[in-house]
């Protein structure tokens, strides 16, 4: 396969991890907090959170495409796709989601959910090509546990 016609796969494979990447990963040791919000409305400002995000990440993986340019997959491209594309857009995303106010009684279900966001973002630091190659081993759980709560865009495929 020519080195453009491989970029044209991985740029189609990745426009599906964009989906289910859906909201955020990276570290923290941060709790998140319960408040009198109800489900209702954490779900529509976490919705807004990874559809903000999902757009970002994106553009960013279209400017990184552009730049690439020509270029045949290789492991040093499947690292810089996931330090400059994957992991900052996703730590943005796991920022914002933490700092939103948390049902009463949902805590630990939410920072469940954020927590196999981070478990995401770790297998892909340690396997940059699973990203494009198994997305669903990197991805899966932490899809899994958004859509168990409710969240559509933050689970998204």
């Known amino acids: 396969m020519s080195g453009r016609g ?14 289910m990447v859906g909201c955020g990963g990276g570290d923290s040791e941060t709790a998140v907090a319960e408040s009198s919000i109800s489900k209702a409305e954490y779900v529509k400002k976490a919705e807004a959170v990874c559809k903000k995000g999902n757009e970002e990440l994106e553009a960013d993986f279209a400017a990184f495409v552009r730049k690439a340019g020509n270029a045949k997959p290789t492991d040093a491209l499947y690292t810089s796709l ?19 106010d948390v049902p009463e009684g949902d805590a630990d279900k939410v920072e469940e959910m954020l927590a196999a966001r981070e478990e995401s973002i770790a297998l892909a630091e340690e396997e940059p090509k699973a990203i494009i190659q198994d997305s669903e081993k990197v991805f899966g759980s932490s899809t899994k546990t958004a859509k168990a709560y409710g969240l559509k865009a933050c689970a998204s495929r």
Request: glycine share 4%; aromatic share 6%; hydrophobic share 65%.
């Open 82 to 100: 996931f330090e400059e594309v994957v992991e900052p857009n996703v730590s943005a995303e796991l920022e914002a989601l933490r700092e939103l």
């Open 6 to 19: 491989a970029f044209a796969v991985l740029a189609g494979v990745l426009a599906s991890v964009v989906l």
